[in-house]
């Protein structure tokens, strides 16, 4: 990247961490470009030209300061409630549930901006929380409020996995900003408890029998269990190096479901086996990486919750998706970032890329 | 415990961070690797399980139904045969709305409303994987029609295949029986996917049942690539399916359809006998079924149809069907008389009956004197009942079981019929009486207890004719060795030949069929069975209490060839009803033009062939009943049907004639006389004891 004819700021960007992703993000197209049996149109271009939108909005982000990103903290987090609301009333007034807002030029999905909002409000708030209040009951509460808002009304759309994603970015950023570990371990054993409670109460029918196809897939082979059942047989018959570009049975002849949304890693994996599938994964765990060592350089508190929180974030999906289409979670509307089509969750995770990359640039020339 | 008392800094909060954050990277970085590992597990470890199970996913492999083996006749004529055919079924698990695609179907190939019924029946008693044919004989262009269509039809399966054909349709109905889809029963018994690939039948009934394992022979397979959907991507491979083997029969498949037809509107049964072998050359029995429609399933008013029918087209009466012989035992018991030391040069006086104690069995004239061969000649009973006196009928009933009446031949037939020839432990053991004088009267002309089957009285009938205990087969080139010699002299076998030579060409009572073909001539023997004692002769009123018809014969008489029966339910008495059968039947062997001739004038009368007349019907109960005819029975409910006891007038034969002939009081018993007599003669009332 040395030499002079590279602008300064182009130069400047985080380029080990943004090569392999767009490695990764020109790999997932190569694998809708096969799913869509070996045609460009539609998924393969619009992945590469969402990429390219969006890794310039990072860019863009990347270069705002921190001060910028604490004001519009509270705004932005109201306004998504707002939208939330709205979304939820629309979808009453329309009869079943929505979780978009067509906004004439593009669908705006509001829950799906609040996974980074929230780390965003949540580092803001600890920031701002004297370091004496994280010992006392003052650190969780105004800290539980502003998660519970955006989570329970995500959860009636109803869509648990956002509200997972979620919760959890919010829960590590708390974990992280250093209140008592006992909290946790605390919080740990309430989830036990509840957890089940929830499973008979608060989970829908089908998503209560998710979790129980999950514990048990050939169960119910050709109901909810096909799923995974078919996920596993692609991963599983790729082997170690696959059956070769447009040769995945299991996609192509649309047994596996969703083959180029939730469950493009199998259908990458029934054609690339295990190498594609190591390959993912390590850039996965590369931008984590770069993400963790980011907070951990970062000169201030609110810097170093964004970025660890973000991080987390996206995280998340990677971590759900995978277990999912390898079987070792019940199956969530979760899809994988830079590789499953769609827009909003590879915006989403772009947000986390562009934002990481402005803490990173307030660490080295200020803020 | 230390940090809770000091105060919390920013400092502490970044070392915190810190230590925390280590520990939230080292989580993802665990996670990466477990992922990996678990990958490694299913693509690794599981790899081959996973490949078979993707392969099994990718790869559907469709049964090819074998072509089901030829019945042949014995110059090699198919009696049964295949054709390419286009046909539609349905498989009722892959259905997802059967009215709707039912009435999408229906204008496709052209079904009405009667077919459509039909269909949904069987759709309600198929269970889930039990294919149901919408339709068959299909021409190409409808044929496209559903192919074109099927995406849209989930559970409708188009297909080629080969269909059973059956050249002669009803004339081979109960001899071959015919084919269908297995029963869930059927599927219970043998778990093989064969049995529910569309298009695939089983024999039912008949040959087709019996040889079912022979016929059928070994299915192809295709294996295609299809999608989740079931759409077809591509043929892999497809394996030919091994034809089932054929198989000969002694029968002759022109003579089995000309004595089928030849029998007309009666409700009887022709069995012709190859005298050389012992082979089957027909056995007919009439009115029918039509295999070839019964392939399909038998539909609400087919089977209303078939029900309601009072000549039981559901029963094999060549082999099933029990009838008191009649007169036409007389030629068997001139055998037994003789053997008991009786000169057939002796003569007996026919007054016009006979004196038992104090009752009186009437003849049906008075023969004046008679001696063995003119008592065949003219059916006299007076002859007979004197002689059963003084030999005793257990001296006959031996001769009548040795020339093949109350037996089971070892043959291919399912539910053949022993039938009775009565003797005094018999009646002790069934009725718990003694035997009477009177019993011995009646069973002597065949009446009373006995009851034979047609195809027992052709055996009888080539055995007189030979000499020989010729066993009947159906297996062309599979003859069944003879029995035991038959201890008569050729002497005494001429007795009953002349005497039977005389009933055709002579003055006997067999005159109106005589047939003379060079120099090839008829012996035959006629028989009326009473049916009823109630009415005085059963010639006139009601169709089922008329007398049975029969008629035996062979030919030519100087050197035996045929030997056949012919019994004509209800058909009065036997020169009237089942002696003009037999003597076109026998004609046909010897000159078919003359006898196609006879027939087709017939059929003019008739309305048609045997299939032409039951299309008539058809369309006439279609006009009728239309939809509103019951549903039918389950499949089993059919083949009980024919599997059931022959009709309740063959089934208790002379039932009423069975009442005890000792009663002192006639007037008490409707008919203390053997009222079945021989023929042809005046109606005779029945007689009062004198």
Known sequence: MGGGLIPEPLRRLPWRMLLPLALLNLFGSTVLWSAAGGR???????????????????????????????????????????????????????????????????????????????????????????????????????AGALLAVPAALVMLQPDLGTALA????????????????????????????????????????????????????????????????????????????????GNGSQSHLQYLPESHTDFVFATMAEEWGLLGGIFVIAVFLLVFRWGMGIAQRAPDRFSRLLAAGLTTTMFFYFAINMSMVMGLAPVVGIPLPFMSHGGSSLMTNMLCIGTIMAVDRWSRVGR | ?????????????????????????????????????????????????????????????????????????????????????????????????????????????????IKVQDIKDKLEDARGFQPVEAGSHLDEEKFAAVSVRMPDLPGVVPQRSFARQYPTGPSVGHLVGYVGPASGADYE???????????????????????????????????????????????????????????????????????????????????????????????????????????????????????????????????????????????????????????????????????????????DAAHGSVDMRSAVEHSCNTY????AHRVGYDAIAPVGRMLGLGQQFDLPISGQRKGIVPDAAWKMRRYHQAWSMADSLNASIGQGYVAVSPLQLAVMTARIATGRTLQPSLMFGQPAPAGPTLPFTPEQFAVPRDGMFRVVNGSGTGVGSKIVIGDVRMAGKTGTAQVRALTSRGT?????????????????????????????????????????????????LFDPRTAWDSLLALEKEWGGTPAQRMAAKFRTYAARYGTSAPKVGPEEALEAAMDRAPAPAAEQPNQDVITPVDTPHGAASPSPTPAATAEPAAPASPTEPH
């Not at chain 1, 109460?201 to 029998?209: C, E, G, P, S, V």
């Not at chain 1, 096909?226 to 599983?236: E, L």
């Not at chain 2, 991507?233 to 034809?243: G, K, N, S, W």
């Open chain 2, 1 to 113: 415990m230390a940090r809770r008392t000091t105060r919390t800094t920013s400092g502490t909060l970044a070392n915190s961070f810190d230590r925390r954050s280590i520990v939230v990277g080292a989580l993802q970085g665990g996670l990466g690797l477990l992922l990996a590992t678990r990958m490694g597990w299913i693509a690794i470890a599981e790899n081959n399980r996973y490949r078979t199970m993707a392969e099994s996913n990718r790869v559907n492999l469709t049964l090819i139904p074998p072509r089901r083996g030829w019945i042949l006749d014995r110059h090699g004529e198919p009696i049964a045969s295949n054709r390419a055919d286009f046909r539609v079924d349905l498989i009722p698990e892959r259905l997802i709305d059967v009215d709707r695609t039912i009435d999408e179907l229906a204008p496709l190939i052209g079904l009405d409303a």
């Open chain 2, 384 to 387: 007979f009942w004197s002689m």
């Open chain 1, 166 to 245: 979620i919760c959890f970015g919010a829960v590590v950023v708390v974990f992280l900003a250093g209140v008592p570990i006992w909290w946790f371990i605390g919080g740990g054993a309430a989830a036990a408890v509840i957890a089940p409670l929830a499973f008979f109460f608060a989970l829908h029918d089908y998503q209560r029998k998710r979790v129980l196809v999950f514990l048990d897939p050939e169960a119910d082979m050709l109901g909810s269990g096909y799923h995974i059942t078919q996920s596993k047989i692609a991963i599983g018959s790729g082997g170690i190096f696959g059956k070769g570009l």
């Open chain 2, 540 to 588: 006139v009123g009601e169709w089922k209490t008329r007398d049975h018809s029969l008629f035996i014969c062979f030919a030519p008489t100087d050197a035996p060839r045929y030997a056949m029966s012919v019994v004509v339910e209800h058909g009065t008495f036997g020169a009237r009803a089942a002696a003009p059968i037999a003597k076109d039947v026998m004609t046909f």
């Open chain 1, 40 to 142: 460009m149109w539609p998924w393969a271009i619009m992945h590469m030209v969402h990429f390219a939108v969006f890794l310039a909005m990072a860019v863009v982000l990347a270069r705002l300061p921190q001060h910028l990103f604490k004001q519009v903290a509270y705004p932005l987090y109201g306004v998504l409630i707002v939208l939330l609301v709205l979304v939820e009333a629309i979808g009453k007034v329309g009869g079943g549930s929505q979780r978009w807002l067509n906004l004439g030029f593009m669908t705006l999905q509001p829950s799906e901006l609040m996974k980074p909002v929230i780390v965003l409000v949540m580092a803001r708030f600890y920031d701002s929380l004297p370091p004496a209040m994280t010992q006392s009951w003052r650190a969780l509460v105004p």
């Open chain 2, 189 to 363: 018994k043998e778990h093989n996917p064969l049995l529910i690939t569309p298009g695939f039948k089983i024999g039912k009934d008949g040959l087709e049942k019996h040889f079912d394992a022979v016929l059928r022979g070994v299915p192809g397979a295709r294996r295609v690539e299809v999608t989740a959907g079931g759409r077809i991507v591509r043929d892999l491979e497809t394996r030919e399916d091994i034809p089932g083997k054929p198989i000969k029969l002694t029968i002759d498949g022109a003579l089995q359809d000309y004595a089928a037809r030849r029998i007309g509107l009666e409700s009887a049964s022709v069995v012709v006998i190859d005298c050389h072998t012992g082979g089957i050359l027909a056995l007919v029995s009439m009115p029918s079924f039509d295999p070839n429609s019964f392939a399909d399933g038998v539909g609400r008013l087919e089977w209303k149809m078939l029900q309601e029918d009072d000549h039981v087209p559901l029963l094999n009466k060549a082999v099933r069907g029990l009838y008191p012989p009649g007169s036409t035992m007389k030629p068997m018991a001139t055998l037994a008389l003789q053997q008991h030391g009786v000169d057939p040069e002796e003569r007996v006086n026919c007054p016009g009956g006979y004196r038992l104690g104090s009752r009186y069995f009437r003849c």
